[in-house]
């Protein structure tokens, strides 16, 4: 009688295929993080310089997240370069989970910027005074906001293309400036045309709750891929879709399960084929699903489990045609 059977693991050679599949694009994703500690270092003078200019507590609280945004940068370049190093003895299934690590602690340093900002905002209202030279000071911030626009929309166009946490917050992070920026701009047109010396302490405090908002987001997605988060019902149809057109010769696949960490797709299921097919015709399709799979999703780790017919469920199942 038939019996269900685990198709043998991929062999050293199979993963250093994989391997070079996997990190193809990790110098890319690299260089991206190396601009990005540029960026922030610029945009970080230009803000240093613009409060040193006008004494605004304003312009005070915004230099001080760019300065998170430095460490940010930084912690992003050391979770791209772990997550980039292949499997070993002690994580065989790699060190994807470090951008997460990565993100969550950007998100946590948000906050403490947030609560940090929300300090400053509250000693503002306590001793109010007309910030000095503000053309020259919203012309630089101003232009470090340019800058960051510019950035951030590169990272995220760039985290989302290589599946990149890290680089994804990051973008966020930085993008939150450019809000910033806008308000103060804003702000600092209003205060010596209304004389509402108020505006300065109050546009930190928009601050605050502007930077709460990302680092709670960023702590939120991030922890959802460490707690291995099901894909979106989007991406789970196209997993079923193409095991489905790929599977001629199986009769159905059940217990389908997917999870995204990092650019990586893991991904498995149990393949139920004909009692009386040999293993080599059961390999040959569960090669042939693999290649539409990674075809499809790009990086996949895929692990299927053959069945013999009478292991099938033929409900609440995808059954093959």
Same mark, same amino acid.
């Given at each position: ?12 050679? +199979? ?31 230009? =803000? ?27 912690? /992003? ?19 994807? =989970? ?74 966020? #992070? ?20 209304? /004389? ?18 990302? /680092? ?53 299921? #149990? ?19 693999? +290649? ?6 790009? +990086?996949?780790?895929?692990?299927? #489990?053959?069945?013999?017919?009478? =292991?099938? =469920? ?8």
């Amino acid at each position: 009688m038939p019996t269900s059977a685990v198709l043998p693991a991929p062999t050293p050679s +199979d993963r250093r295929g994989m391997s070079a599949s996997m990190f193809a694009n990790t110098d890319t994703k690299i260089l991206a993080a190396w601009c990005s500690v540029a960026v922030s270092l610029i945009a970080l003078g230009m =803000k240093y310089a613009a409060w040193r200019t006008t004494g605004s507590i304003a312009l005070y609280s915004d230099a001080i997240e760019t300065i998170i945004n430095v460490v940010s940068a930084v912690a /992003g370049l050391w979770a791209l370069r772990v997550a980039s190093l292949p499997p070993d003895h002690n994580h065989t299934y790699g060190h994807y =989970k470090a951008e997460y690590l990565s993100a969550v602690a950007e998100g946590v340093l948000v906050v403490i910027t947030a609560v940090t900002i929300a300090h400053e905002a509250w000693i503002g209202f306590q001793h109010m005074h007309r910030p000095e030279d503000s053309l020259l000071g919203i012309s630089l911030n101003g232009g470090a906001g340019l800058l960051n626009l510019v950035w951030g929309l590169f990272l995220l166009r760039m985290g989302r293309a290589h599946h990149s946490p890290a680089l994804v917050a990051s973008g966020h #992070h930085v993008l939150s400036d450019v809000s910033t920026s806008g308000v103060l701009i804003v702000g600092f047109i209003l205060i010596p045309l209304t /004389g509402w010396l108020w505006l300065d302490p109050l546009l930190a405090a928009l601050i605050a709750v502007n930077v709460l908002r990302t /680092g709670w987001e960023m702590m939120r997605t991030s922890i959802a891929g460490l707690m291995d988060e099901a894909p979106n019902s989007e991406t789970l149809g196209e997993i079923r879709s193409i095991i489905s057109h790929t599977a001629a010769g199986a009769l159905e696949a059940h217990d389908i399960r997917a999870r995204i960490v990092g650019a990586m797709t893991f991904i498995e299921f #149990h393949l139920v084929v004909p009692g009386s097919m040999s293993v080599e015709n059961a390999h040959h399709i569960c090669d042939r699903i693999e +290649d539409g799979l990674r075809e499809g999703l790009g +990086d996949a780790l895929i692990n299927i #489990h053959v069945e013999p017919e009478r =292991k099938a =469920k033929h409900s609440g199942v995808l059954v093959l045609p």
